[in-house]
């Protein structure tokens, strides 16, 4: 009985069946080892990875430095930039509480006459400037006895006293003080007689 069965089974083709297990049984095993390697290259990627990052650490911390201190620099800058501004701000409101200060000051004490027909010349920001004035006054402005302040393009004239409390209040607004001490020479327009072209006068 058990060798008829035995018949049986060998003609249903079971011996060839135990010779190739084994070889099914190796393939896993062969295709397996790409596993390992693919682990072990896993592993090299991790470290590779790290040691990639140890050495970007240093160029971030560079990065970081470098912005820093563009940062505190571009602050400096705007912080002297408002500094800048607020003093040329104040410097405009200090120039024109002086001036308001200079209007009341001489307001209503000019001692310009619509009479006056002699071309006294002087210089005053650079440029060559006139007022006009009569005899008596050219000798009381050449004398040092007025002087001239200007306001709001016009020359004023003023005596020596109102003179010096506006230059007290605002000196860049002095246009003529004449030193009676002075050589004739340091103030050539003194002399009436020393006319300026009036294409020469702006």
Do not use: C
């Amino acid at each position: 009985m058990s060798d008829s069965l035995r018949d049986q089974l060998l003609g249903l083709g079971f011996k060839s069946a135990p010779a190739n297990k084994p070889k099914l049984a190796g393939k896993p095993k062969q295709g397996g080892k790409p596993a390992k390697s693919g682990r072990s290259g896993g592993t090299f990627g991790r470290n590779s990875g790290k040691s990639g990052g140890t050495g970007g650490k240093p160029r971030s911390r560079e990065d970081i430095d470098l912005a820093k201190a563009y940062a505190i620099r571009a602050q400096r800058e705007k912080d002297e930039r408002i500094a800048a501004e607020k003093a040329k701000q104040e410097e405009a409101r200090k120039r024109r509480e002086a001036r308001a200060r200079l209007a009341e000051l001489i307001k209503g004490k000019s001692l310009n006459s619509d009479e006056a027909d002699i071309a006294r010349h002087f210089e005053y920001g650079g440029k060559i400037k006139r007022v006009y004035v009569t005899t008596e006054q050219l000798k009381a402005l050449n004398a040092g006895e007025l002087g001239l302040v200007q306001q709001d393009g016009r020359y004023l004239l003023v005596t020596a006293e109102l003179l010096v409390q506006a230059e007290a209040i605002f000196p860049p607004a002095i246009a003529l003080k004449v030193d009676p001490n002075a050589p004739a020479g340091d103030d050539p327009y003194s002399d009436p007689k020393y006319q300026v072209p009036d294409d020469l006068v702006w």
